[in-house]
């Protein structure tokens, strides 16, 4: 098939070949961001790390597992979120709570023996925190979630159940 | 489920004791024409005998009458109301389970009658139950669930408190089951199974309506019957669970695949549930010949066998003394050399092979290394070693022979070993599939193990071993077995083998260049 072409180019106007308008447009804008910044200390940028970047409340960040008074975890090794995770990330092993351990009777029999998540596949869709009907896992608003080995990327229990205040 | 080539088949004793009801009816010669009704609007034929329930069952149509107390293997009861359906001409709605069909009848199953009986149900049903879905290992494959989803209401009005049993809250009735009360629907599958079935009396439901509750007839002796893990198969819901599976897997993540148990001769049908090729359960899958609806415990908790941690599943070769894990082409080609250099060899089939396996050791060896090997098989179960001396352990499924496939070793000619002692040949050829004993090998022998060896067993022949060639165990194979009855059965593979077992012609295929 023939390719047919179209000049879309269009000849400049005289204020647009006469360009030192644009300069001065320019250097108007270059100055408003000076005043702002210099005088009036507007910043849009912030001193990370020693400033954190306040996220909406609603923000998906490092996953936590609720825990009661008694610090159990909320978790009762149902395996909704992680049938529901898109990223196949969750990995529980279920089993059961000794009744010593269990100060609330048969609700709290089973429990999770391990559960680990491997943030590196996670997509922090929030899908988990919507399946679960214990509401245990969550996600924090935790946004630094950096690690120099990639063993510190799987999320266990032990780290799962820190304190979390808020949303973090 | 039934359909309606079974109808007419001859039924014997024993398998109308293993159907108890479904199936009852079955032989009926002479009605002729068969009874017909109008169910949904569409003419079914049934059996005379029959309830409405087991006509939708005969017609494919059980699914549309949702059931609690109801089991094909068990006795009518009728206490649930589940099952209401609206019959023409009567005046109120009537158990389909319980009501016998007659000819003409006009059966409805979804008008709004119907739907709202059974909605009313549900909500009674649901005004005491935890709703402990995240914790009950039925979750997935609950009635309870799968009804409430179709037919239960969206809202319960039902504000007050929900009964609880304190005390049978979680109860161990046994080292296999597991009762959680509050979930219990009361409709007394399981206490109709201990009486009519296993007939251990075991089970019984003690105080009436709110403050029913199922006991155990002796605490201190708990459940007794070999057949308890059928309790939590049937039971609707989670009530009685599986020790064996508690938490140990969500049902929603298991593949079903069927297969044949390998456990007495029987040769008991069952369903492998696996993940990735794990297997987490065997439950029963029915054959109204064999089994019924019915496995026992020990073959249930079979598959520990195929799982076992301690099992061989590696090639391994003699080397200064011990057995090593290997590569197959050095273990192929070791086996090689002693079958071609031996002069003598006595090649000992386990009973638990097939008949495939049987057959082809029989043609391919004197076919690839010449006439030297004398055949003979071996049971190992106490003295048993002909067919005829099996028996019934007890009046359901347990047969003595612990080997699937004694007859069928008898159909290849396979002579029993004498004395169940392997003497006077330089090379021994010992095949067995983990169920055979082992037998007793005299000294100054060299032996070639192949099948499925545990450790254990491996080491108890001690250094004559020269060559442990890893096999597949049954559901991990395909292949015939004959049970006790003269039933053959073929069966494909339920998962793949995990470690580096291969089938016995693949095996042997490469031992000679
Ligand atoms: S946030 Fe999404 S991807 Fe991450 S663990 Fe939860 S469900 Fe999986
Ligand atoms: S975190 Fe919630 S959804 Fe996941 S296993 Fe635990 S209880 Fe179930
Ligand atoms: S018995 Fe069924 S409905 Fe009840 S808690 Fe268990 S899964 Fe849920
Ligand atoms: S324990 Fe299960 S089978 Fe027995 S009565 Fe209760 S619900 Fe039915
Ligand atoms: S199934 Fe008919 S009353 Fe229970």
């Not at chain 2, 009986?117 to 914790?135: K, T």
């Amino acid at each position: 098939m023939a390719t047919k072409t179209v000049n879309v180019s269009r000849p400049y106007t005289w204020q647009e070949k006469f360009y030192l308008f644009a300069i001065v447009q320019g250097l108007l804008i270059t100055l408003k961001h000076f005043i702002n910044g210099f005088f009036l200390r507007k910043h849009n940028t912030i001193m990370y790390p020693e400033v954190k970047r306040e996220y909406s409340n609603r923000f998906r960040g490092s996953h936590f597992i609720s825990v009661d008074k008694n610090k159990t975890e909320n978790c009762t090794a149902c395996y909704l979120c992680q049938t529901v995770c898109p990223a196949e990330c969750i990995t529980i092993v279920a089993g059961e709570r000794e009744s010593s351990k269990n100060p609330d009777g048969v609700k709290k029999e089973k429990r999770p023996v391990r559960f680990d998540i491997d943030s590196l596949r996670c997509c922090f869709c929030g899908f988990c925190e919507e399946a679960c009907p214990k509401d245990a896992i969550k996600l924090s608003g935790k946004y630094e979630m950096a690690a120099t080995s990639r063993s510190d990327t799987k999320y266990d229990l032990i780290y799962l159940k820190r304190e979390v205040k808020g949303r973090g | 489920m039934c359909n309606t080539t079974d109808i007419n088949r001859e039924m014997g004793k024993h398998e109308i004791a293993l159907n108890y009801c479904s199936n009852k009816h079955a032989v009926q010669k002479g009605a002729n024409p068969a009874p017909k009704l109008i169910l949904d609007g569409e003419v079914v034929e049934f059996v005379a005998g029959d309830t409405i329930l087991q006509v939708a069952e005969r017609a494919g149509r059980g699914h549309l009458i949702p059931r609690y107390c109801y089991h094909p293997g068990l006795p009518i009861a009728g206490t649930c109301r589940m099952c209401t359906v609206e019959v023409e001409k009567m005046v109120k709605l009537m158990t389909a389970c319980s009501t016998p069909a007659a000819d003409g009848m006009v059966v409805h199953t979804k008008t709004e009658r119907v739907l709202k009986s059974r909605a009313g149900v549900m909500e009674f049903l649901l005004i005491n139950h935890p709703l402990d879905c995240p914790v009950c290992d039925k979750a997935g494959e609950c009635d309870l669930q799968d009804n409430n989803y179709r037919y239960g209401p969206v809202t319960s009005s039902f504000l007050e408190d929900k009964r609880t049993y304190p005390k049978a809250a979680t109860k161990k009735l046994s080292e296999k089951i597991t009762l959680n009360m509050n979930r219990c629907v009361h409709c007394e599958r399981c206490v109709r199974f201990s009486e009519e079935v296993v007939k251990s009396c075991d089970l019984m439901m003690v105080n009436r309506s709110w403050h029913k509750e199922l006991t155990l007839a002796d605490d201190k002796l708990g459940l007794t019957s070999e057949y308890q893990g059928c309790l939590s198969d049937f039971c609707p819901v989670g009530a009685l669970t599986f020790n064996d599976f508690r938490f140990v897997k969500r049902s929603w993540f298991l593949q079903r695949h069927p297969s044949v148990c390998d456990g007495c001769s029987k040769g008991c049908n069952i369903e492998v549930h696996s993940e990735d090729n794990i297997i987490y359960r065997f439950t029963p899958a029915y054959n109204e010949k064999i089994n019924g609806h019915w496995i026992c415990d020990t073959g249930r908790l079979s598959y520990h066998q195929v799982m076992d941690p301690t099992r061989i599943v590696r090639p391994m070769l003699a080397h200064n003394g011990a057995l090593q894990a290997t590569s197959w082409e050095l273990a192929q080609a070791a086996t090689g050399h002693l079958l071609e250099t031996a002069k003598k060899v006595k090649v000992v089939i386990g009973t638990d092979a097939t008949i495939e396996e049987i057959r082809y050791l029989q043609a391919a060896l004197p076919d690839m290394f010449g006439s030297k090997f004398t055949f003979r098989s071996f049971n190992g179960t106490g003295t048993l070693s002909t067919s005829s001396q099996d028996k019934k352990l007890d009046h359901l499924l347990i047969m003595q022979d612990k080997t699937a496939n004694l007859r069928g070793a008898e159909e290849c000619k396979l002579a029993p070993l004498e004395n169940g002692q392997i003497n006077d040949s330089d090379l021994v050829l010992l095949v067995r599939f983990g169920r055979s004993a082992v037998p007793a090998v005299g000294n100054g022998q060299k032996l070639i193990l192949l099948g499925v060896w545990n450790s254990a067993e491996q080491a108890s022949l001690g250094a004559a071993v020269e060559v442990m060639l890893p096999g597949l165990a049954t559901v991990e194979k395909s292949g015939t077995y004959i049970n006790c009855d003269g039933i053959r059965q073929q069966f494909i593979p339920a998962v793949v083998h995990l470690g580096e077992g291969m089938a016995v012609n693949r095996l042997l295929r490469f031992t000679k260049k």
